[in-house]
């Protein structure tokens, strides 16, 4: 089986090479940034061929399922390679190992970085991704895009809104908070009415730190080419750890890592009254949180300063084509087929997160009712976020590391009595340390 | 969720090795016989004290596994929903049991055969060599004996953790990780199962008996399969289930051998969709988890009735002989 699939794809490679002179597929030399093109995505698709998928996003399977529909010729194995990290490790080992590396693999936007800056996956810009532009939300595309390349295709998007549960709200008298500070005040009116319950959870998630101190303003994180700057010092970062502080201080968030079992149970049974998170949480809520239903809605994120609708991004990944893909053209195809038009339109109505313009603002979209949430219309609040996402945000070339540590580092605060700042500064630290050892040059 | 039920397997295993070897010596056997019998002058009436400690080490034992069963009759919804220990409202193993061997283009199903695969091939070609092994070092004289000695009591010592980096690196270099031999070749080597081979033959086949067939002119491939491997069957039945279950619960190996989900065993399938819950846009299917969790050690239960009346006979054999 497994002898002939590499031979297939063997016999598929050498045609689509015999007929794609341009050379952009099939030589290890550097595509140029004019090499591909649409044309050769067209006669691609014709000819047909076998791509191998690494993803772990559920709605792709009716897309792969359409796509094979619509292109008969095209074999597409959807294969699950691990979750998040897991499948990062295993592409680096295949792209280091020079076999086995998929032809489009599932890159969230924080990671895509490292596979950029190694030169690890293909620069699409030149196959026809540069055309799309204008179809994608700011905050997905310019996680994309570097300069004027574009290494990768945005596949969802993750505005942030404050999730509730309404049942829990209702049965305290408890208003739902509109500032960071009336989420405080919340927050302890709610642990003090029941001790079991928890206004939120949080042992330390880099993603939710990053996120929130995005939301308040924060840039902690600038990246030039090798010029990376770090620093958690900056009015934004302050604003969030001054506020988080006292949530800490006072014990008033659960000691429940997300994504954890008991997490899950948290948010079934109430004791986790509120999420701030990205809106492709729906999903996840109908499928992991089934109980639930009903009890939970959707507002905009708490503000920093009273009056603003600051937002920001909160998870959200791309499909990006690795250089070592055997079947680039093909796999740009598919890439393209399930982020743009009918494919992103098929994911959405499966429950992803569009970042296409044109499916966020669809009136369809808009005024989908939420039975899990009561009825409520929430991708309006969604699209809301989505608009005022905070600009010139930027992760870092090597933010996979970088999360890794930051139990070692901003995890202490969580545990004991250090002050989330000074996590943040040593965090700071041992980002710094690692950047210049791997060779970039970065300044605090 | 795995470790749980790799610790009732390794509960009930346990007896096993010290069965065929101990009591064919002969030692131990005062202190069981009497506790067979109830009322007699030497053990008047059970004790109470130890009735409980043993009925809460029974509990203990035996409360995952009802957990297990329990909690995959209900679906994702029950699972958070309802209390761990008695049943939701709703009654849906049937129709778990066909989503977990769905889902996924029936990836389940592929796990399994694949587990098998490696059980087939690991656990059995383990055990061959093993009686092969244990027999040629219990039962010939050569040079160099004590030398294998020192060095399978010495392997036995090694945890197999501890090898499987250094293995990795190997394979790596003969590129044969992401294979079904990488987690193939490493499960064929079990020290323990040589030691307990060659200790049971050592007991179990007469000297006598394999002089009175040389001497009537059976050749040593004759002697072997038509006297000494009958008598060895509760020893080879007692290796075949270790590596059996060594090999089911395998893990680690698998882990860092194998990253094209093709080549999974179960472990590491089941992790995986475990994984799945831990990301934005990831599936949680608990629901499918704890059902396959059942699956999975269905067929080692089957097996484990179905084997264990040798090794009983085998017990009951060695203890009458002497």
């Given at each position: 089986m497994r002898t002939l699939s590499t031979r297939r794809l063997l016999a598929a490679v050498a045609a689509v090479c015999a007929i794609t002179l341009a050379a952009t597929a099939c030589?290890?030399?550097?595509?140029?940034?004019?090499?591909?093109?649409a044309k050769d995505v067209e006669s691609a698709l014709a000819k047909g061929g076998k791509i191998t998928v690494w993803a772990w996003e559920p709605t792709l399977k009716k897309v792969v399922a359409d796509f094979e529909k619509k292109y008969p010729k095209v074999d597409v194995e959807l294969v699950n390679a691990g979750t998040g990290d897991k499948q990062y490790t295993a592409l680096q080992n295949a792209i280091a190992a020079g076999s086995g590396a998929p032809d489009v693999a599932q890159v969230e936007y924080y990671a895509l970085g490292q596979f950029a800056i190694g030169k690890s996956v293909e620069d699409l810009a030149g196959y026809g991704a540069a055309g799309h532009d204008k179809k994608f939300t700011t905050g997905p595309w310019n996680a994309v895009k570097y300069d004027k390349a574009v290494y990768a295709l945005p596949m969802d998007s993750g505005p942030m809104a404050l999730f509730y549960n309404k049942k829990v709200f209702d049965k305290h008298h408890i208003e739902v908070p509109t500032t960071w500070d009336e989420y405080v005040e919340a927050a302890r009116t709610l642990h003090k009415a029941d001790p079991k319950t928890f206004i939120t959870n949080d042992t330390g998630d880099a993603g939710a730190t990053t996120s929130l101190i995005w939301q308040a303003g924060g840039r902690p994180y600038k990246a030039e080419g090798t010029d990376v700057t770090v620093d958690f010092e900056d009015a934004g970062t302050k604003a969030y750890t001054s506020t988080w502080q006292k949530l800490l201080d006072e014990d008033l968030v659960a000691p429940i890592s997300s994504w954890s079992d008991e997490w899950y149970k948290g948010l079934a049974d109430g004791s986790i009254a509120t999420l701030s998170i990205g809106a492709w949480m729906p999903a996840n809520f109908t499928s992991?949180?089934?109980?639930?239903?009903?009890?939970w809605r959707v507002a905009p994120l708490p503000q920093w300063t009273k009056g603003r609708t600051d937002s920001a991004e909160n998870g959200g990944s791309s499909l990006a084509v690795p250089k070592a893909a055997k079947n680039k053209e093909l796999a740009y195809a598919f890439a393209e087929y399930a982020t743009t038009g009918a494919g992103a339109t098929a994911r959405v109505s499966e429950g992803a997160f569009p970042a296409t313009r044109a499916d966020l603002e669809s009136k369809t979209f808009l005024e989908t009712a939420f039975p899990y949430f009561g009825g409520q219309q929430a991708n309006k609040v969604f699209a809301d976020s989505a608009r005022n996402v905070g600009s010139d945000w930027s992760y870092l070339p090597y933010q996979v590391y970088a999360n890794s540590v930051f139990n070692d580092t901003v995890g202490k605060s969580y545990v004991s009595s250090t002050p989330l700042s000074q996590g943040l500064e040593a965090w700071e630290r041992s980002s710094i340390k690692y950047g210049t050892d791997q060779g970039f040059n970065v300044n605090k | 969720m795995t470790t749980n039920l790799a610790g009732v397997d390794a509960n009930a295993a346990d007896p096993a090795p010290a069965g065929p070897t101990r009591t064919s010596r002969g030692s131990g056997r005062p202190a069981l016989r009497?506790?067979?019998?109830?009322?007699?002058?030497?053990?008047p009436r059970p004790s109470i004290p130890l009735t409980l400690v043993t009925g809460l080490v029974l509990l203990y034992t035996l409360l995952p596994l009802a957990w297990l069963v329990i909690n995959s009759t209900k679906d994702q919804k029950g699972l958070l929903g309802s209390s761990g220990l008695w049943f939701g409202e709703d009654f849906n193993l049937w129709d778990n049991i066909s989503r977990t061997l769905a889902y996924d283009d029936g990836v389940f199903v592929r796990w399994l055969l694949n587990t098998l695969m490696y059980v087939a091939a690991g656990a059995g070609g383990a055990t061959i060599l093993a009686v092969l092994g244990g027999y040629a070092l219990a039962k010939y004289q050569f040079p160099g004996r004590r030398a294998v000695f020192a060095v399978v009591i010495g392997a036995v010592a090694v945890p197999g953790t501890a090898l499987a980096v250094p293995t990795f690196l190997m394979f790596s270099s003969m590129g044969l990780t992401n294979t079904p031999w990488a987690v193939i070749i490493p499960s064929l080597i079990s020290p323990f199962g040589l030691y307990l081979m060659w200790v049971f033959a050592a007991e179990a086949v007469p000297a006598e008996l394999l002089e009175a067939a040389r001497v009537d002119g059976s050749g040593e491939l004759r002697t072997f399969f038509r006297i000494a491997l009958p008598l060895l069957m509760p020893g080879t039945v007692t290796v075949l289930l270790f590596s059996m279950v060594a090999t089911w619960n395998n893990y680690f190996l698998p882990l860092i051998m194998i990253k094209d989900p093709d080549w999974y065993p179960l472990t590491l399938g089941l992790s995986a969709w475990n994984a799945?819950?831990?990301?934005?846009?990831?599936?949680?299917?608990f629901d499918l988890i704890i059902t396959g969790s059942l699956l999975t050690i269905v067929p080692i239960v089957v097996i484990f009735l179905l084997l264990q009346r040798y090794w009983q006979s085998g017990l009951a054999a060695g203890s009458v002989k002497e």
């Open positions: 030589g290890s030399s550097d595509p140029a940034e004019d090499g591909g093109g992991g949180v089934a109980s639930a239903s009903g009890d | 009497p506790r067979r019998r109830p009322h007699t002058p030497l053990n799945q819950a831990q990301t934005a846009g990831g599936e949680a299917v």
